[in-house]
């Protein structure tokens, strides 16, 4: 019998290896912190930029590249941070600049890179422009800046167009001017107070160059593009003529998202980025109809990186994910960017949820599952994709085996969307809850405050210290798997797989003298016993040159 068998882990110097050399973004793990919910230095039950600081050897002995930061900019904190007040200052509930700074070079210093949000679709409506182009009237140069427009109707009482907001409701809020009279609307694809910059502005094309120099001379590592589809809006802003158009998104190019004039806007922004040493990248998150939209990114001159959200949102089947990770592969070789791989993130529901339930109810999910088989998969889904060749995305806690906390009561929700009773569903809270640090406390390790979020009572095992040096535990599997990742010359980086044949419901393929089996199904297979096994995700028997693989499980072989 073999569990969780695995080789040696890499030596800690694999991680400067694999931090300074070239094109390290193309078989990159970046660990994204939603800093909110990572660590709480001053116990006020908030996250922090001092906490994050202070739990980077953590990072670097879990075996991650590059940290991703959520945003931590000035905010009046309407959607969690992504309403930007201010892109050249530090909001004080996370610290300042010099907390940045300081974050910034203890990373370097331990060999890990960091990359920040962007958020250039638009800002908060406390943004001085915004402020200043209610404050002016009509007329003012600065609502050129956004997408002011005069209303429909007898009285401009009706909305300029039929867009929608993400979050529900018209896309358009109507101002009050300030001698009193109802006025002009201006466009918000997201909250009311978040609104969308227009980009056809020259100024605000100039801002946001000066932007990526303010924070690429700070020392940043790249930037992370929020609504990186977003930006440029079809001339006209015509109506979309649909009344149900949330079900629209990530299906179909809208008049609102996707253009392509989008691309103009990142072929700038990669002049200014190559100029810096250190090879700095983008990511994009750009939700697309389809992969092959996705790659148009990631064109030599444009972005480095885009989620793979098909990726995210396929079903534990291996018939699906082969399609996923073929269609995947295909589009982005002709471009030549790296595939990404991601299974959970700061606006779905962790997958350890997600996988505990049916298939078919989309990233957001609001009741608990099978716990049991839910991290099964997770584990499962874990070494997979760690197996695929390409960049991996590892969300806060996925490491430890976290679960979506479904059962948070209404008056404790700050989600924003759960507010409007409309657009998303709202419940993404569950996936932003604390972490645990420790069995103790009371915020398990968090802080010393109290959590801005409650953490169950059932964290205190999942926990950093209860799982540390624990044979089996999730968080080993994910520190020997991503030292193995660095160690095997044939994971990483890479273009394409040799599948192998398997049986139905079984992924099978070779990298080199790598081979993966991951067994989806609901039934124990048998695969051949192709080498050394270096990491299983569960238990599994070997006898008589066979391997006896569990449901829900991977293996890790080495040929050599």
Not at 74 to 98: E, I, K, T
Not at 218 to 232: K, P, S
Not at 478 to 484: E, P, S, V
Request: hydrophobic share 40%.
């Amino acid at each position: 019998m073999s569990q969780q068998h695995s080789a040696d882990p890499a030596p800690t110097s694999a991680v400067a290896t694999v931090a300074r050399h070239r094109d390290w973004w193309r078989d990159a793990v970046i660990y994204q912190v939603y800093p909110r919910s990572f660590a709480d230095s001053n116990g006020d039950g908030m996250g922090d930029l001092e906490g994050v600081r202070s739990r980077l050897p953590y990072l670097r002995d879990l075996g991650v590249d590059a940290v991703w930061l959520s945003p931590f900019y000035a905010s009046p904190q309407a959607d969690a941070g992504y309403d930007v007040a201010d892109y050249r200052a530090v909001d004080a509930m996370f610290g300042n600049l010099l907390d940045a700074d300081a974050l910034i070079r203890d990373a370097h210093e331990l060999n890990l890179r960091i990359i920040v949000d962007l958020v250039p679709n638009h800002s908060s409506d406390q943004h001085e422009w915004f402020k200043r182009a209610l404050r002016e009237g009509p007329g003012s140069a600065l609502r050129d800046r956004y997408h002011f427009r005069p209303g429909k109707g007898e009285n401009g009482e009706l909305p300029p167009n039929d867009w929608e907001s993400i979050f529900g409701g018209p896309a358009w809020t109507r101002v009050t001017e300030p001698d009193g009279s109802p006025g002009e609307w201006y466009l918000h694809l997201f909250a009311p107070e978040q609104p969308d910059f227009n980009w056809e502005h020259p100024a605000v094309g100039d801002e946001f160059r000066s932007i990526l120099r303010f924070w690429l001379d700070m020392g940043v590592d790249g930037f992370r593009i929020d609504v990186a589809h977003g930006m440029v809006k079809a001339e006209g802003l015509p109506d979309l003529g649909d009344h149900d158009q949330l079900k629209l998104l990530g299906n179909d190019v809208m008049p609102f998202f996707d253009q392509d004039g989008v691309h103009d806007i990142y072929r700038q922004w990669r002049t200014i980025l190559d100029e810096y040493p250190g090879e700095r990248i983008f990511v994009a998150e750009a939700w697309t109809p389809t992969v092959e939209r996705t790659a148009n990114y990631v064109r030599p001159d444009e972005l480095h990186q885009a989620f793979n959200f098909q990726y995210l949102g396929t079903a534990w089947d291996a018939a699906e994910l082969r399609e996923v990770v073929d269609r995947t592969l295909e589009a982005m070789a002709p471009v030549g960017a790296p595939a990404t791989w991601v299974l959970s993130n700061h606006d779905v529901t962790r997958h350890a949820t997600r996988f505990a339930n049916p298939p078919g109810l989309g990233t957001q999910i609001r009741t608990a599952g099978d716990r049991e088989l839910g991290l099964r998969r997770a584990r499962a889904a874990t070494l997979l994709m760690l197996a695929l060749p390409g960049s991996a995305y590892v969300y806060q806690g996925e490491e430890l085996g976290l679960p979506d906390v479904v059962d948070l009561s209404d008056d404790v929700r700050q989600d924003p969307a759960y507010f409007r009773g409309a657009g998303q569903d709202g419940f993404r809270d569950g996936c932003r809850v604390p972490i645990p640090w420790t069995r103790g406390g009371s915020s398990y390790g968090f802080g010393a405050g109290g959590s801005w979020l409650p953490q169950p009572a059932s964290w205190a095992e999942l926990s950093v210290e209860a799982q540390t040096g624990v044979p089996g535990s999730t968080l080993e599997l994910y520190r020997t798997a991503l030292g193995l990742r660095r160690s095997q010359p044939d994971l990483g980086a890479g273009e394409s797989v040799e599948w192998l044949r398997a049986p139905e419901g079984v992924l099978a393929f070779r990298r080199g003298e790598f081979v993966c089996v991951a067994n989806t199904g609901g039934e124990s297979v048998t695969t051949p016993s192709y080498g050394r096994v270096l990491l299983t995700s569960g238990e599994i028997a070997e006898a008589d040159g066979e391997t006896k693989v569990p449901s829900d499980t991977t293996v890790w072989w080495t040929t050599a």
